[in-house]
């Protein structure tokens, strides 16, 4: 019986070793990060007194510090945790508007180089936003208000799941267990502020505290979550911070993490390193003594001051107040300035009526496309920069991602990821490159079309583009179709009604409806459709150098339908092996796309399954009614209906901002 009772005692004992090891695996503390073994990428850094500085005054830049171990959150583990921190957020100088904040991260790698700085804290970015795949969870405390990210109006603290649009946020506020109230606190003061995050299992609390008050009673923010599905086996634990247009000192002072409350260690709030207020601002001297400076060194004043105006208007911009709430996508003129060399010819990748195209490097590796035009302060800017954000907030493939834009006196700077491959009306009509091969071209109609059918239904606002054409096809560095060019798109809810109030686009493009009826995803569909035929065909839609009964590419495909030759209206110049059946499907989509009777036209949902065979064009010929009954909306009629002047082959009823069409038509 005795050796049984030591057997037990034993086997307890190893037990609870095991337990207590593996609890002590999953802990550690710094009291200031002189000694600390930390993973530290962008532009943080540990400063001489053991101060972990995570972001600086450097505009557009990201930080990262995490514990070089990663942590079991396994089947076999607690998948809770318990962490404390002390941090510091505030501008460079007092009373200045601060920027991004920072966030206490668990992500399952320590590489968080895809990530865009500004709004997403150096963690997200737009292309991976919601995306369950990123098993990331953040808690942030933001200090700038971001609208497209449904944002408290002022400094907040949120939770993030695999987005940085919060499962849960609040005002910043501890608890006072004195006093039993909220007392508000300032993110932006620059003062210590403790951070605890609880999660054990299944509730997630974040509480804050000024560094001298103890841990409240009760909790910021109490969120009931199940992070199963987020953690996977081995996460690493760490801070995350970004800097957009405006900039923060944004420093860490201690950290204490334990995978158990019991064995979370206390931090020792008086070995934390000090940090550094923001400064003030110097008071001005009396106007005497200014004068008498001025009266002395006014030759030197008037060289330096020469110097400063010329600085002042080679990088000056416009810009107003109510642009502030669009800063992430801001970009400033001298950063544009850089990156494109000075928008140096070298530079220069497209020219035409529209202005110019730059090709650039931002200083994080980055390659952009940034399109110089001059605009009008009377067209509505403000409508046309919320209408950029809302661009750049799109998600998809096969769009050209508009990253933002900058204003600087009578020019307008819109900035696009680069698309390494140019457009692809540039392969079709340029004989000093290759034309693409049949499946090179049934991709890009696969590509376009599902970018449309995003824009149509599964966008948060139906999306018109209104001027889909092969020279606003761009093509990535795969040969992937990006549509771009949104300088004519129309948005609206889901379900509204659209008045008849405009017809834009391209001659050859448009729908004959648009002079009566007005825009839709229909004329969408019938613009797609004179795409297929111009791509498949090599030629434009409209040629009026042609014989009369090629003039009008729609109406020639269409007649030599009828006289059984349609397969010779493809392009010549067709490298590769090729289906006939394939082409003549894409020949016949192209027609009943631009059927003359808008209801008769397909969906592009439709049109996409069409395209991947999933369905079978309908049975139709050339008899039925309004296919091949091509009207174009020409010159004269758009005069008549009060076009003054057209100088090109696009036109507009109403004044229209032309975003990004690429890099050059």
């Known amino acids: 019986m005795a050796c049984r009772l030591h057997l037990m005692v034993l086997i307890f004992s190893c037990v609870y070793l095991i337990c207590v090891s593996s609890q002590q695996e999953t802990r550690f503390v710094y009291n200031g990060f002189n000694q600390a073994d930390l993973f530290i990428d962008g532009i943080s850094k540990i400063l001489p007194g053991g101060l972990l500085q995570l972001t600086n005054t450097t505009e557009l830049e990201k930080g990262h510090a995490f514990f070089k171990q990663p942590f079991d959150f396994g089947p076999s583990s607690s998948l809770s945790f318990y962490t404390h921190f002390v941090c510091s957020l505030g501008p460079p100088k007092l009373g200045a508007d601060g920027g991004h904040g920072i966030a206490f991260v668990v992500s399952p790698s320590m590489n968080l180089s895809y990530a865009f700085p500004s709004q997403y804290l150096g963690v997200f970015n737009s292309t991976t936003n919601g995306a369950s795949s990123s098993h990331l969870l953040a808690i942030e405390l933001d200090t700038v208000e971001n609208v497209e990210l449904h944002d408290l109006d002022k400094p907040h603290v949120g939770i993030d799941v695999n987005n940085p649009i919060s499962v849960e946020s609040s005002l910043p506020f501890y608890f006072s267990n004195a006093l039993r109230k909220n007392i508000s606190l300032n993110l932006m003061s620059g003062e210590p502020i403790q951070v605890w995050v609880d999660y054990d299992g299944s509730l997630l609390n974040v509480t804050l505290a000024p560094l001298e008050i103890l841990k409240p009673n009760r909790p910021l923010i109490s969120r009931a979550i199940n992070l199963s599905e987020v953690f996977q086996d081995k996460m690493y ?123 650039g490097i931002l200083p994080v590796g980055r390659h952009i496309a940034v399109k110089r035009q001059s605009h009008d302060v009377e067209q509505g800017m403000k409508q046309f920069v919320a209408e950029v954000v809302t661009m750049g907030n799109l998600q998809h493939r096969n769009l050209v991602p508009l990253l933002g834009y900058c204003r600087r006196k009578g020019e307008l700077l819109l900035v696009s990821e680069y698309m390494p491959n140019g457009s692809l009306d540039q392969y079709l009509f340029h004989d000093q490159n290759p034309s693409p091969s049949w499946f090179q071209r049934i991709s890009i109609f696969k590509d376009i079309a599902s970018a449309l059918s995003y824009l149509h239904t599964g966008a948060k606002q139906v999306v018109l583009h209104r001027d889909i054409k092969a020279s606003n ?66 030629r434009r839609p409209v040629e009026p150098e042609l014989p009369a009964v090629k003039q009008y590419l729609v109406k020639w495909v269409f007649e030599c339908w009828k006289q059984g030759s349609l397969l010779e209206t493809r392009d010549p110049r067709l490298r590769g092996e090729f289906s006939f059946e394939e082409v003549e499907m894409v020949l016949k989509l192209g027609l009943l796309c631009t059927n003359a009777m808008p209801e008769s036209r397909p969906g592009m949902g439709q049109v996409v399954q069409y395209l991947n065979r999933d369905l079978p064009l309908p049975d139709f010929s050339p008899s039925a009614p309004g296919i091949g009954a091509f009207m174009p909306v020409s010159m004269e009629a758009s005069s008549a209906i009060g076009v003054p002047s057209l100088r090109n082959s696009s036109i507009s009823l109403f004044v229209t901002h032309t975003i990004l069409d690429g890099h050059g038509r």
């Open 237 to 359: 634990v760490g801070f995350a911070a970004s800097t957009g247009g405006w900039t923060s000192n944004q420093y860490i002072l201690g950290w204490s993490f334990s995978g158990s409350k019991e064995l979370l260690q206390t931090l020792d709030l008086s070995k934390l390193p000090q940090v550094p207020l923001p400064k003030k601002e110097k008071k001005k001297l009396p106007l005497l003594v200014v004068g008498l400076v001025v009266s002395l060194v006014i030759p030197v004043l008037m060289v330096l001051g020469g110097v400063y105006w010329y600085n002042r208007n080679k990088f000056a911009e416009v810009r107003e107040p109510w642009e502030k709430e669009y800063g992430p996508h801001r970009f400033s003129y001298k950063s544009l300035y850089k990156a494109t060399n000075g928008f140096g010819n070298d530079c220069r990748i497209g020219k035409g009526g529209f202005g110019e195209v730059y090709k």
């Open 473 to 538: 096809v761009m093509l990535d560095s795969e040969f992937n179709g990006r549509l771009g060019d949104f300088g004519m798109a129309k948005f609206h809810d889901h379900g509204a009604n659209l008045s008849a109030t405009a017809a834009v686009g391209t001659i050859g493009y448009m729908a004959p409806e648009l002079i009566t009826m007005g825009t839709s995803t229909k004329t969408d569909v019938y613009a797609f459709g004179a795409f297929l035929l111009e791509v498949t065909c090599g």
